[in-house]
């Protein structure tokens, strides 16, 4: 199997096109997006990168007829949705109908309740199952990658796990007083929101950005991690046996806050419509439009991003905690790829992710989290793929 369509064509999508190209297992690729001129420049720039030449096309995934006639017309095996979180169901949908197996990087979203959660996307199981198809979900860095080490840490690393922190830093320099690193409005709601951790079988809420700690981020240094929500909690808190606790932080600077609070207390974070000038505009998506696409700030981007497990257990009877990460560098992705370290980050384990469905390591029709399956080849992939990782024990 080496057919692939690949749907959405910004920051992420132009590391997955590339990846795509480099990766011994696809030869025959479509980039599909809205905007086509997007698709064709991305496919420029493969070619002069790698001298692979890929199909374009347009398509709005809103539209599952739509969709499904594109999927029809190219014949892919697997369809790698890397457009918004918006598109889930309407894509997991086509797949079954055009009869091709699925994968995506982030949960699906309402757009009009500021809300994560898999259980839209679980209750296509059956029908997956049925028709003998593959949905692989949250295939990127966090969720991806993060269940990934937890399942490594379950399978190769621990005899019991009692608790997970997923860290999270990016400790990178863009040069902008204020700008998000994947698209704006995602990234926003995903702050904005209440904190959420999981505990004893119970999920506690925070205040948004409530709780704080410090952490030495290898290869970034001491930085401040918040406590967020993050979707791949949802799933491991499940499938991690034994569990007592899960949390996930990201860090902020203080310039990235400050603006936060100026934004929040003037309603620009606002998904609720308002009318101007005769228009109804949402004001998340008007402040969207002032701000840097995420794939241009790549070019002058400096520092790394650094983010990993820390998983607290026993190891034949006695204590143990290690820290399972990777550390990425915004400058060097930018040279191989013409992306930025976020984008990157996301990018490659889709790619990877697309790999194990390809070769049929992971293709037990149904619909799967990432630690549903076996780790290991998905590790052993990653850090050839451009993500090494490490075990530090602590
Ligand atoms: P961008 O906003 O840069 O790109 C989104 C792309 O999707 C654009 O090309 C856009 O097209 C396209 N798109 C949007 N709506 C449609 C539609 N209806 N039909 C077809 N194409 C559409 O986002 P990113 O590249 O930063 O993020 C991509 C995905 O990756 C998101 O789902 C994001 O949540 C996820 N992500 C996951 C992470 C992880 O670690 N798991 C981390 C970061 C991101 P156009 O430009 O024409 O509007």
Redesign the pocket.
Known sequence: MTKVLQ????????VVAHKLAMSPVFTDIML????VS?CDDIAASVKGKTGVTIATAS?????VAQTVELIKSFGPDLVI???????DL?LMEACLQAGVHYL???NYEHPDTAKFEYKEQWAFQERFKEAGLTALL????????TNMFCAHAQKNLFDTIETIDILDCNGGDHGHPFAT????E?NIREITANGRYWENGKWIETEPLEQSMMFDFPGVGERKAFLLYHEEMESLCQNIKGLKRIRFWMTFGEAYLKHLDVIQNLGLDSIKPIEFQGQQIVPIQFLQALLP???SLAPNYTGKTSIGCLVKGTKDGKERTSFIYNICDHEETYKEVGAQA??Y??GV?AVVGAEMIATGKWRQPGVWNMEQNDPDPFLERLGPSGLPWHVMDM
């Open positions: 749907i959405g064509a910004g920051g992420v999508g132009t599909a997006s809205r905007t997007k398509v709005d995934a809103d539209n949705n890397v457009a918004l979180p918006y598109q309407t995506d990087t982030a949250g295939s990127g860095f966090d969720p991806g990658v690193n994947f698209n704006p995602i696409d995420p794939a976020v984008s980050t996301t384990p």
